[in-house]
């Protein structure tokens, strides 16, 4: 019914080998949660990732460990997923979760530049309702912005972390299902964010079904880096972010983090498509 209701028509990965790649994640586990199996198919072609941790995730509350313990675990915990999926290069930016402005991420971003120009930029998005993940876009969309690029700007990748894109916005899918056990160690190594990994791996079967692919699939929206910023001018507070809903814990549930927002991915849709 999904597929009927979507019509989903979505173009699949390949990778030639030689890019070099970044994934922006603003916590510690959202790159394995959003396109963890990108990044092992990227490793394996031969393509040069690079996993840009923005904050240090200091603000969650589980295993009673006090903030500067916590930013502690989840850094060892990216190192450790990171080599699970095969990228040996992490740059823990580390700015305190909750409390660090777009400006500092914009400064670290372009001196990251300097050392590892991307070809392609895996980002996080305002298709979500959690206030870092659109701070760390609009301080992409900043950098982006403002860049003078020595090569041809990076194209940028929008990744879900749990709120689905849904085939009204995504445009590319890549079948992961090859490198399941991968994903599997690298979503693991994040033992202090275990309640989100079920959700994960639910989400990519959920896609496999939406997009027409065996096994497991995970969706991204391509686009130039002059659509992304476009896409998030205005400010976070302007984002109707309220109007999704990602997946719970309960997977009866999941179906409303599909429908709900839907207006909002209309709109974005022609937003992107006017520009």
């Known amino acids: 019914m999904a597929g009927r209701l979507f019509r989903p028509n979505a173009a699949e990965w390949t990778s030639?080998?030689?890019q070099r790649v970044w994934a922006?994640?603003?916590h510690p586990d959202d790159e394995a949660i959003g396109c963890g199996g990108a990044l092992i198919r990227h490793a394996q072609a031969g393509d040069q990732v690079c996993i840009v941790c923005v904050t240090d995730g200091r603000r969650s509350r589980a295993l009673g460990l006090s903030p500067d313990l916590m930013a502690v675990r989840r850094e060892a915990e990216t190192r450790a997923s990171a080599r699970a999926l095969g990228v040996s290069r992490v740059e823990w930016l580390g700015l305190p979760e909750g409390e660090w402005v777009e400006e500092q991420l914009h400064a670290r971003l372009e001196s990251l530049y300097?050392?590892?120009p991307p070809h392609l930029i895996y980002a996080p998005s305002r298709i979500d309702f959690h206030p870092e993940h659109g701070r760390t876009a609009r301080g992409l969309a900043a950098f982006l912005r403002a860049a003078i690029f020595t090569d041809p700007p990076p194209h940028i990748r929008i990744y879900p972390v749990q709120v689905p894109l849904t085939p009204l916005l995504a445009n590319l899918?890549?079948?992961v299902a090859r490198v399941k056990a991968e994903l599997a160690a690298a979503l693991n190594a994040y033992v202090t964010q275990s309640d989100n990994l079920a959700r994960a791996m639910r989400q990519r079967r959920y896609a496999a079904r939406l997009y027409r692919r065996p096994g497991l699939v995970e969706e991204f929206w391509e686009m130039t880096a002059k659509q992304y910023v476009h896409l998030h001018s205005g400010t976070v507070e302007?984002?109707?972010t309220g109007a999704f809903r990602g997946l719970?814990?309960?997977?009866?549930t999941d179906p409303l983090a599909y429908l709900r927002g839907w207006p909002e991915r209309k709109r974005l849709a022609r937003v992107f498509r006017s520009f």
């Open 173 to 175: 899918v890549v079948p």
């Open 16 to 18: 030639s080998g030689g």
């Open 24 to 26: 922006v994640a603003p």
């Open 238 to 240: 302007t984002w109707a």
């Open 248 to 252: 719970r814990h309960r997977a009866f």
């Open 114 to 116: 300097e050392q590892f």
